[in-house]
């Protein structure tokens, strides 16, 4: 099981590699303007302190937040199929309390509304 699995893990390297060699684009090409960064659709011949909205900003962070709680969730679920305890169960059960608290206090604060009263 384990050789078949380092084997797969080979051959899907190999393919991404293969997949990123054939579609390598050559900078000598004239594509050099095209693969200049960008960031947030803004000109990056443009001045530098361009405002923009601090209540998108604080909707990201808060947004990257929740995530991070979410996806620590995954780890746990798997842990709790395999060994279903009562003391898993109150555990996860105080994550997701406190996961739910934070979001409603969020929004009970106007953080998660787009459009402003």
Do not use: Q
């Not at 684009?25 to 990056?44: A, Q, V, W």
């Not at 406190?98 to 009970?108: K, P, S, V």
């Amino acid at each position: 099981m384990f050789f078949s699995i380092m084997i797969f893990g080979m051959i899907l390297s190999g393919a991404l590699l293969l997949i990123y060699f054939l579609t390598y684009f050559n900078i000598e090409s004239g594509l050099e303007e095209k693969m200049t960064p960008f960031e947030c659709g803004f000109d990056p011949l443009s001045k530098m302190r361009a405002p923009f909205s601090t209540r998108f900003f604080l909707l990201v962070v808060l947004f990257l937040i929740f995530d991070v709680e979410v996806a620590l969730l995954f780890p746990v679920l798997s842990a709790f199929y395999s060994s279903s305890s009562v003391n898993v169960l109150l555990i996860v059960l105080s994550f997701i309390a406190i996961l739910l608290f934070g979001m409603f206090h969020e929004w009970n604060e106007g953080a998660l509304d787009w459009v402003s009263r």
